[in-house]
């Protein structure tokens, strides 16, 4: 059972008052404490907060970017990757009151879970405005420049496979090729890894679009 200073200190660093305190406590419990015992984990909150925060970030980018459908869904997805979830939930300190048990690695995906059970958490006890509240002060849209994650994520949610890239140098730089779904793009630059990050921002778009 989840000590109370800890729920209190939870709570703080939410910077939101829960009604319901077994909800909050619910937020808290990965799969592993629940399956010592440690009652019902939050992997339901988890799927209930990830179409809040899809539904937020939609909402936000219809209502203050103009652009089209395939920019919407690319600048969507830099708000709502895993990288981005993660760094939300580092930044607020969350993951140092996750109940867990036996190696579990708590960064990467468990973090992104974690903040996603949370928003489900307040959307339950609040409603959606708590929830967007909660939202538009804690995330933060992943750097535009790490297109290269966005695509990898892209795809493996789709595919079992990885992009494939393949550069060759020019006189005017280098040019680089990626290839993922049947689709490919290219991309020139001064560098290897400017060529990369440009040809998987144009197939990402053009994905996207799809």
């Known amino acids: ?103 579990v690695l708590v960064h990467g995906k468990t973090a992104a879970n974690l903040y996603e059970a949370v928003v489900g958490g307040i959307y339950l006890d609040g409603g959606y405005a708590a929830a967007e509240a909660f939202l538009s002060r804690t995330l933060l849209p992943q750097e535009a420049g790490n297109f290269r994650a966005l695509l990898q994520e892209y795809v493996q949610a789709r595919s079992k496979a990885l992009p494939v890239y393949s550069s060759r140098d020019t006189d005017g730089g280098v040019v680089c090729t990626v290839s993922a779904l049947g689709e490919s793009a290219t991309a020139c630059a001064p560098t290897k890894k400017l060529a990369e990050r440009a040809a998987a921002r144009c197939l990402f778009g053009k994905l996207s679009e799809q």
């Open 1 to 103: 059972r989840a000590k109370m200073s800890d729920l209190f200190a939870a709570e703080a660093a939410i910077g939101y008052t829960f009604s319901d305190k077994a909800l909050l406590a619910r937020c808290f419990c990965h799969s592993s404490a629940a399956n010592a015992g440690g009652g019902e984990s939050n992997e339901r909150l988890e799927f209930l907060g990830d179409a809040v925060v899809q539904l937020y970030v939609t909402d936000l980018l219809y209502r203050t970017d103009g652009g089209r459908e395939g920019a919407l869904t690319a600048k969507r997805q830099s708000y709502v990757s895993r990288g981005a979830l993660e760094a939300a939930c580092e930044a607020l300190g969350l993951i140092d009151y996750l109940r867990y048990t036996g190696d």
